[in-house]
């Protein structure tokens, strides 16, 4: 199966663009971690709507953004008609011309198959020295979230939820990235807890939004008690006064290719 998950093709790109802006907000500072440069040619690896891909275009750079859902790049067209996007893979994918950096932010996650075919695509892609600038979600993510969403699972009769996730340790990307034919510059692991300000219904809005494929195979009489009780496991430690904050862990990395 491709990257593009049962849930990835239910998302509601212009939802997750509203919703759930903070993934192309806290993308900003990975952008100036790649620092365009003008005339650069660049790839954004699993653009999604292409927010970020907009923001490497304004710094001059003349960037494609790929990815495996159709509705992200639909949206990502019809928001920038100026921009190039196409559909695309992260473990399949070829270019005509090297670039001189790929990008990818909040996605790789999402490749879970198979990581070093993703790794092998970009190193492919890329001119030698040319370099691969991407933030994942990083060992440990989410997993307040996700040890709710396997307790209620379990509490309600039902088999644990395959989730479609790929967290690496920095230990483990780093070996990966080096076997594949990259010199790692910066490796960063780093606690993000990030508000879910546009998330009223908390953490089951969150299941929702990202993982609506697994509620695929729950008896619809089951889905609300489900989702309440992952919403009672993870409230403790994700509801603030302030509102609900996903406990996400970030590895951002700075690679070249040798
Ligand atoms: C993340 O950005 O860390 C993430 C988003 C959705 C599902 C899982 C992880």
Redesign the pocket.
């Known amino acids: 199966m491709r990257y593009e998950t049962p849930s990835l093709t239910r998302w509601n790109a212009r939802a997750y663009d509203s919703s759930f802006g903070y ?1 192309s907000a806290q993308g900003v500072p990975l952008v100036e971690l790649l620092d365009p440069q003008p005339g650069e040619r660049v790839l954004d690896l699993g653009c999604g709507t292409g927010v970020l891909t907009a923001e490497i275009a304004k710094r001059g750079a003349s960037v494609l953004g790929i990815d495996g859902s159709t509705a992200m790049i639909e949206t990502a067209i019809a928001q920038y008609p100026g921009l190039d996007f196409t559909i695309g893979y992260g473990d399949d994918f070829t270019v005509a011309q090297p670039y001189d950096a790929v990008f990818s932010n ?1 996605a790789l ?2 490749m879970s198959r198979d990581p070093d075919a993703v790794i092998s695509c970009v190193r492919m892609a890329l001119r030698p020295g040319g370099r691969f600038v991407a933030e ?2 990083g060992a440990g ?2 997993a307040t979230l996700t040890s709710a969403m396997r307790t209620a699972w379990r509490e309600h009769g039902l088999r644990e939820p395959e989730l479609p ?1 790929y ?1 690496p340790t920095p230990a483990e990307y780093a070996l990966r990235l080096e076997k594949g034919g990259f010199t790692v510059r910066i490796l960063e692991y780093v606690d993000r807890p990030t508000p879910l300000d546009e998330c009223p219904g908390g953490a089951a809005d ?1 299941v929702r ?3 609506g494929s697994l509620l695929d195979g729950v008896p619809p009489a089951l889905v609300e008690p489900l989702l309440r009780r992952v919403n009672e496991l993870a409230a403790p430690a994700l509801r603030r006064e302030s509102g609900w904050v996903a406990d ?1 862990v ?1 590895l951002r990395f700075a690679a070249v290719r040798r």
């Open positions: 993934v909040a996650h999402w994942l979600g993510n989410c996730w967290f969150w939004m990202f993982a996400y970030r």
